[in-house]
């Protein structure tokens, strides 16, 4: 099956950094989602995207389908981005998902 | 907004008990999803359904069974609880039409 890729598996920031997270896949993809998780366990979806460009607020992200990678990029940090990040593929035509092993970011003030 | 929720945040089970764990989304979504999730594997699929009535193996079904009497409930039953199944678990559903997962609060369960 498809593989999923993390990187870096733990990231550090003080508070108002800018980072960028990387996930890397081994086969064409039809759907891209990344989700945060908070410290509480809830999954949150950031975004979908299986190609492009999207901006929502303080994130973005980018995925070149073309190349296998997608990047979540997250500017002036804030202790409330803290969590697992999680970014999750599609192939074929059903509706299930492959996860990456997530990214752990501690944002400290 | 999407709301899916789940029985309980917290439980405790004893081994060889059989346990039932309940999710119920209010958005009218076509497939639901059960998950694990444990520390450095990530979250892996247990079972999915498109429709009620109707399930499909995810990557990690042995030891669990489902069931999708109603569209918007969801169960994930341990037929036998073994201490390997002490894990946090996830429900999740999409609509057919759009490919965001929605995610519920999870459950934490702790087989003793």
């Known amino acids: 099956g498809i593989q999923v890729e993390q990187s870096p598996p733990d990231l550090i920031l003080q508070e108002g950094a800018n980072s960028t997270l990387r996930c890397n896949f081994s086969d064409s993809v039809n759907n891209l989602q990344w989700f945060h998780q908070n410290p509480w366990g809830q999954l949150i979806n950031l975004f979908y995207i299986p190609s492009g460009t999207k901006q929502n607020g303080r994130l973005s992200a980018t995925t070149v389908a073309t190349e296998r990678y997608s990047l979540l990029y997250i500017s002036s940090s804030q202790t409330t981005d803290s969590g697992v990040y999680f970014c999750?593929?599609?192939?074929?035509?059903?509706?299930?998902?492959?996860f990456g092993k997530g990214i752990t970011l501690s944002v400290r003030p | 907004d999407v709301k899916v929720t789940q029985s309980s945040r917290y439980l405790v089970k004893r081994t060889g008990e059989k346990v039932f764990l309940e999710c119920v989304q209010d958005m009218d979504h076509e497939n639901m999803f059960w998950y694990r999730q444990d520390p450095g594997l990530g979250l892996r699929l247990i079972y999915f359904s498109y429709d009620v009535k109707m399930k499909e193996k995810g990557d990690i079904p042995e030891g669990y069974s489902v069931s999708r009497e109603k569209k918007e409930r969801f169960s994930l039953i341990l037929e036998s609880a073994s201490t390997n199944q002490t894990s946090m678990y996830l429900c999740?559903?999409?609509?057919?039409?759009?490919?965001?997962?929605?995610f519920g609060p999870g459950t934490r369960l702790l087989v003793l």
């Open positions: 999750a593929v599609r192939t074929g035509a059903n509706s299930k998902l492959t």
């Open positions: 999740a559903s999409s609509s057919g039409g759009v490919e965001t997962q929605y």
